[in-house]
């Protein structure tokens, strides 16, 4: 059994193993004695804390979300204040984050694909997840004037999730370069006369 890091709670332990396993190998093929093995943490904590393999699951499908999301915002808006780059800086953001050695794809993608046990909690949570980044985005394209930018930010999340898994199947394939293609044709599209003209109302 590995040793238990005194500096970290349990709790904490428990959902980094958790995460870092089912990132690995599968949320199916990690056993809870996968987690208590790797952890060193006793199987009565992990039951007395989260009472089954779904609950810990799902608090790890949470925090894994929360921690990412802070990260990504908060890296998104410092590029913003300090680059010409525009919306633009999503992409870059993402870019770093591909490259570093913590990736493995999204947990939210990876928990929702091919599961149809509990899938619908799990699908409830990548909502929500989906809900906090169109107001992230949304937020972003209102600041650079981008017409229509609640549509906007559906298409941009669309362009964000696509890059995502094809730099999960090849992750040694920058995408950046066609991402940000396809970026400012979306823009572009938004801020024309012609998109403005058609998103009027003759009825």
Not at 30 to 35: A, K, M
Not at 90 to 117: A, K, P, R, T
Request: aromatic share 10%; net charge positive.
């Amino acid at each position: 059994m590995a040793r238990i890091d005194s500096h970290i709670s349990p709790s904490h332990l428990l959902l980094e193993t958790a995460r870092n396993l089912f990132y690995k190998n599968g949320i199916i093929e990690t056993s809870v004695n996968d987690i208590i093995k790797k952890s060193g943490v006793s199987r009565t904590t992990l039951y007395n804390k989260y009472g089954s393999k779904q609950a810990l699951v799902l608090a790890t499908l949470k925090h894994d979300g929360e921690t990412w999301r802070k990260w990504f915002f908060s890296a998104v808006n410092e590029r913003l204040c300090n680059s010409n780059n525009g919306i633009e800086n999503i992409l870059f953001v993402l870019e770093d984050w591909f490259l570093s050695d913590s990736y493995n794809g999204c947990f939210f993608m990876n928990s929702v694909s091919g599961h149809d046990d509990a899938v619908k909690i799990y699908k409830d949570l990548a909502s929500e997840h989906k809900k906090y980044m169109l107001d992230f985005l949304n937020n972003i394209a209102k600041k650079s004037n981008i017409y229509d930018s609640k549509n906007f930010a559906e298409r941009l999340l669309i362009i964000i999730d696509g890059v995502i898994i094809c730099r999960t199947m090849n992750k040694s394939k920058s995408l950046l370069d066609h991402s940000r293609i396809v970026l400012k044709f979306l823009i572009q599209g938004h801020n024309s006369k012609a998109y403005k003209f058609n998103q009027v109302s003759i009825c």
